[in-house]
């Protein structure tokens, strides 16, 4: 099941003429349950050898397993790949996406980093929309909220 924004079920409700008797506040008010993440804004640091690229994760939420109704962190893909391992330790009964591969040339392209950016983009809504994981995991809302992620302290 993909993951689907409110704002783009509101836009599949209009275009299919779903809105008959609807008042604005029911087509345009917040949801009772929502969750909108996105990677976004790609930024390249370092030079030579020292070279990495982090990620904007951006998300708006009010459920409740979240402390934040909206927060901005930035994410290198090492940090995406603990993440993945720390869940798949926490959580063995939710099988967990597959990140982005790895790439080793060119991984500084503008194509590169927009091909990566997109996957992880799909890997963290797969993750953050599941149900078991957004009541049950210690690590979830840490790693998509918390500004200082120390992915130490779950070892």
């Known amino acids: 099941m993909a993951f689907k924004s409110f704002s783009s079920e509101v836009s599949e409700s209009l275009a299919n003429g779903h809105n008959k008797g609807q008042s604005f506040d029911e087509l345009y008010g917040e949801p009772e ?18 070279m990495f690229t982090d990620y904007e994760i951006v998300c708006k939420t009010n459920l409740p397993a979240f402390r934040l109704r909206e927060s901005s962190v930035r994410r290198r893909y090492s940090d995406f790949e603990t993440f993945k391992s720390l869940l798949e330790m926490e959580s063995s009964r ?51 909220q918390d500004e200082v992620w120390d992915r130490r302290s779950y070892y």
């Open 33 to 50: 349950n929502f969750l909108e993440i996105e990677v976004v804004n790609p930024r390249t640091h370092g030079y030579g050898n020292k």
């Open 94 to 144: 939710v099988v967990i996406p597959s990140l982005p591969g790895k790439v080793f040339t060119n991984r500084f392209s503008d194509e590169v980093i927009e091909t990566r950016r997109a996957g992880l983009e799909k890997f963290i809504q797969a993750v953050a929309g599941h149900p078991l994981l957004q009541t049950g995991s210690k690590v979830l809302a840490s790693f998509i």
